[in-house]
């Protein structure tokens, strides 16, 4: 099975998000935890969310992804900040018990001159305070391009952040293709030694998601511009090769290219045509 979908707004609620990605084609969808730019959470609809588990379980909807917001930042500089992101990431992860099962996607964040290795510290320490047992939902850290001092650039930071982390079973690893391009990951021209390395370095086991983005930008030039499919600079080719390759052709992936509803019912259906047997 193929599961494609693409960022919904959350604004109409989860049901809503569920019918739309169905009418646009896709077969999963990811959405905003909360404003992307702001911090109050939307108050919880115990029966919103049930009517969205029976939507998904009627409509073969394996599994969704909801994206903290950018505001997060889990290795700030200002203590205040790592504080927010720690309170708004316990919040959001109680919210998604109403939909068990389910993938919670973050930024490491940017650590604003204090250095990687304090970032590592700081983002594992508050997964190490904000996980628990019993959570059904996996956690990812987002592959990132390196822009400004953002952490997650690379394959050894990730597996840093997972190893401090004690709960290592709630943890996985969402790849973004415009992120790992940008990052310095020739996802073009050496897919599979970009997948060996990842297998490596974190395990293959860890991946969860694919971020299917093309890029306005070069090939390790730490940018962070998505692009539609096969307008950017990893090409339509690249991004077949992508959607049918072995190792990843199982997981979800998630379209956060530029492009209102109708753009995305239309890759969807290229990606679907673009899918080999
Ligand atoms: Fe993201
Ligand atoms: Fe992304
Ligand atoms: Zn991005």
Redesign the pocket.
């Known amino acids: 099975m193929f599961t494609i979908g693409c960022h919904l707004s959350a604004s109409k609620g989860y049901l809503h998000m569920g019918k739309e990605a169905l009418s646009i084609g896709a077969s999963t969808f990811q959405y905003f935890s909360r404003n992307p730019r702001g911090g109050a959470a939307r108050p919880v609809d115990p029966e919103d969310c049930a009517a969205l588990r029976a939507w998904m379980a009627d409509h073969a909807m394996p599994v969704i992804l909801a ?1 903290a917001p950018y505001t997060l930042n889990a290795c700030s500089a200002d203590p205040a900040l790592r504080e927010f992101a720690e309170n708004v990431m316990r919040e959001d992860l109680r919210t998604m018990e109403y939909l068990p099962g389910n993938l919670y ?1 973050f ?1 490491p964040g940017s650590h604003v001159g204090q250095g990687g290795e304090t970032a590592v510290e700081q983002i594992s320490g508050l997964l190490n305070r904000v996980l628990w047992p019993e959570q059904q939902t996996t956690v990812l850290l ?1 592959a990132m391009s390196g822009k400004g001092s953002e952490v997650g650039r690379t394959f050894e930071e990730l597996r840093a952040i997972i190893d401090r982390v004690s709960l290592q079973e709630k943890m996985g690893v969402c790849l ?1 293709t415009c992120h790992v391009y940008a990052a310095g990951y020739d996802v073009v021209n050496h897919l599979d030694e970009v997948l060996a390395a990842f297998d490596r370095i974190i395990g293959l086991s860890r991946l969860k998601a694919i ?1 299917l983005n093309d890029s306005m930008t070069p090939f390790d030039s730490h940018k962070d511009r998505h692009e539609k499919i096969g307008a950017g600079t990893l090409g339509a080719d690249a991004i077949r090769r992508i959607i049918n390759h072995p190792l990843l052709r199982d997981l979800p992936f998630f379209l ?1 290219t530029p492009n209102e509803l109708d753009g995305y019912a239309a890759e969807i259906a290229l990606l679907k045509s673009w899918r080999e047997d």
Do not use: K, T
């Open positions: 994206h996607n930024h987002e973004d971020h956060e």
